[in-house]
């Protein structure tokens, strides 16, 4: 409740400081986080650079999976916000559930649409005969997490939406520290290779679904997961995929190009030119990341100061934000 009011009564400025800040720190982890990762890889003994190879062909489907993730997430911790704002806590409750159910429908659906399709795909995206295999070993490992990985970010999303976002980013920094102690003992002192990066990533993708699903359980959170709100209804879904569709889009562009990129470069520079532009493309994210955590911040003042009509804040973290 502490958090909800100073949402709507602290000064913007500080506010923005107060939620983007944890955000940034937790973006540029993860990003760093995917920079040594792709160094973990590539410094395979022999294989490194057609493993880092087959790891780019994997950005497209990585890309689309992120717009599901991020997408729903963003519009349910928005929709959470906003009712938040309204003082409807049941109506948050219910988009809390919603969002978890959807993204776990989702997750479930590109599972299994992988178990079947995976190799067709990553060939569509650029995989050649020579680094198929790092892309199916890699991809084959991450879409088993996909259920649990989609509703894990949502609720991790959520919590900042709730007014907590101190802790949503402790739990993104934790989560890639342990990943960067498991990369290499999976990846080297188990030879599990490319592989093992992948299943260092699923296991704390499951850290962060359990870490957030536990904190709105059994935690203390303000809002309930309640099983009775994990459901799908038109109404609240609705709500959520409008808003939803935004980042979605930005999303879907953002693997479109990189299918491009991938056509282009294996046509005229073959898989290492893949590679060579995978290692860049991680180092490039780490300037955006103070933009998307700006952005994050943003979200939950804006949409909480919605919900509870008090537009001219709203506007002013808008305004605030843009200029930041």
């Given amino acids: 409740m502490e958090n909800q009011e100073s949402l709507r009564h602290e000064n913007i400025s500080k506010l923005l400081v107060k939620y983007s800040v944890p955000a ?4 540029m982890v ?37 717009a599901f993730c991020v997408g729903l997430a963003v519009g349910g911790s928005t929709n959470i916000a ?15 559930g919603n969002t978890f159910a959807i993204e776990l429908f989702v997750g479930i659906a590109m599972m299994i649409i992988s178990a079947f399709f995976l190799e067709d795909i990553l060939y569509f995206f650029g995989a050649s005969s020579d680094t198929i295999k790092y892309s199916m070993d890699y991809m084959s490992v991450i879409m088993c997490g996909a259920w649990f990985n989609l509703p894990g970010f949502a609720m991790n999303s ?37 592989k093992g990066a992948a299943l260092g990533t699923v296991i704390c993708q499951l850290v962060i679904c359990l870490w957030s699903t536990y904190y709105f359980t059994k935690g203390k959170s303000n809002l309930k997961l309640r099983l009775k709100n994990i459901r799908i209804e038109s109404k609240i879904i609705k709500g959520i995929v409008v808003i939803a569709l935004t ?9 479109f190009i990189h299918l491009i990129t991938n056509k282009v470069l294996k046509l005229y520079g073959g898989d290492l030119a893949i590679g060579a532009m ?5 180092i490039n994210l780490l300037f955006l990341m103070p933009v998307y955590g700006i952005s994050q911040g943003m979200q939950t003042i804006i949409a909480y100061n919605y919900g509870a009509k008090q537009f001219d804040r709203a506007k002013k973290a808008l305004s605030i934000g843009m200029i930041g």
């Fill in 30 to 66: 993860t990003s760093l986080y995917n920079t040594v990762d792709r160094a973990f890889i590539g410094s395979m003994e022999n294989v490194g650079a057609l493993a880092i190879s087959g790891l780019g062909v994997t950005m497209p489907f990585m890309t689309i999976l992120g």
């Fill in 158 to 194: 959520a919590i900042r939406g709730e007014g907590n976002p101190k802790l949503a980013s402790k739990m993104m920094i934790t989560s890639c520290l342990l990943n960067l102690i498991l990369d290499p003992i999976f990846i080297f002192g188990f030879g599990m290779g490319i």
């Fill in 278 to 282: 995978t290692a860049i493309t991680s």
């Fill in 82 to 96: 906003i009712k938040l704002g309204e003082g409807n806590k049941e109506e948050a409750e219910k988009a809390l």
């Fill in 247 to 255: 980042p979605f889009c930005m999303e879907l562009a953002s693997g």
């Fill in 24 to 27: 940034i720190l937790a973006m």
